[in-house]
């Protein structure tokens, strides 16, 4: 059998084989570079589908050189995401740090409000873990210099540029006077429609199922209101997608493409850590929860014990980064006490359908045979439609 087919215009437009984009999944606590790391990347763009690096766990020097890694290991088109909230409260680091770019995570925590701080101290006196007094926080990273780091993506001309959090509008001029793509992310039809007319090329819309930060609306019901909103932006789908089944639905919708998270993680490139894939492949469909407490906005991860903990807390989340801080503190304390209980990474719905670690390459070719067999196969057979 020849090499399957699996092409729509956003093969053309991004000059990739097939219309399957790994997500730009970053870290989970401060101090880590989990998600979709360089690795991931070059398995996934060489496979015929297009990885994107997650930068929000880089300083912008290290962006630059994961950049410039992926270029050395592959000449395929690959992407990079960066987080661009609407604002970013750095006080309580520069009240830490005064002006350096290395400040202990523990420095930052004990500025964070006085009630957080007794919850933390409740929790680590019940639960016997240590402070993570190593780990520091770098406010030399992407997360903390967004402007910096996107200068770095167009220097370097990435091929399409994906914003995980925020909306890209204010610089599509500038990448594409740098021949450079760029995509926005949403979760709602009103948003789809601001990011199109802000001039994004492509647009993700991830329901409720999906992993990581994740609006309220299920895919499905989401799917048609964004490419409604959004046209004539080509759209991709995420949320609840892990197999050919999810893919050869999305592209029956109308979408493009599709945008993978969850699937990719749990991959030998995957960049999770080991705990968290088992997690995955442990889990139920019914094994995730959405809670503010990792980063102070709604975000789903595998269903472990410190959402239990937030939830019985009654506080408010502190904002986006602060949130971040506070439960880094602990998660560096739970991993480090090896508590698995009370640890679980990022991840969505679909991982009650996952149940193996293989390597990227071999899934993105897995993927598409599953969806050709579907298209070209098994729904002529079973749907007449004349």
Known sequence: MGKKILKTP???????????????????????????????????????????????????????????????????????????????????????????????????????????????EKIKADLGIAEPEDVMIRTDSTTYRPQESIRVCIEERVPLFCAGLGNPGFMVEDAHAAGMK???????????????????????????????????????????????????????????????????????????????????????????????KEKILQSTDEDTRVSTAYTGKTLRASYNRFHDLWAESGLDPIPFPGQVVLSSALLHGFIRADQKDYIGGLAGQVSGIIDDIKPAGLLVEQLVEETVEILSRKLPETVVAK
């Not at 790994?22 to 015929?48: D, I, R, W």
């Not at 895919?219 to 892990?242: H, S």
């Not at 089944?245 to 979408?255: D, E, K, V, Y």
């Open 10 to 120: 956003l093969c053309d437009m991004l000059g990739i084989e097939y219309p399957i984009l790994s997500a730009g999944m970053g870290p989970t606590l401060v101090g880590e570079n989990t998600g979709a790391p360089v690795e991931l990347v070059v398995a996934v763009s060489e496979a015929g589908g297009l990885g994107v690096l997650g930068g929000s766990g880089y300083t912008v020097e290290e962006l630059q050189e994961a950049i410039r890694e992926i270029k050395k290991q592959t000449d395929k088109p690959f992407g990079v995401d960066l987080l661009l909230p609407k604002s970013l409260n750095l006080s309580t680091a520069s009240e830490a740090g005064g002006g350096q770019t290395r400040i202990p995570l523990m420095d930052v925590v004990r500025t964070l409000p006085q009630q957080h701080q007794d919850w933390y």
């Open 182 to 276: 760029v995509l926005g992310i949403t979760g709602n039809a009103k948003n789809a429609k601001r990011m199109a007319d802000s001039g994004i090329d492509l647009l993700v819309a991830q329901g409720h199922e999906g992993g990581g930060h994740t609006g309220r609306i299920g895919t499905m019901a989401l799917l048609p209101a964004a490419m409604d909103a959004a046209a004539p932006v080509p759209v991709l789908a995420a949320g609840g997608i892990g197999d050919g089944r999810g893919i050869a639905a999305a592209l029956a919708m109308g979408c493009t493409g599709v945008w993978m998270g969850t699937r990719f993680l749990a991959t030998k490139e995957g960049g999770a850590l080991q705990v968290n």
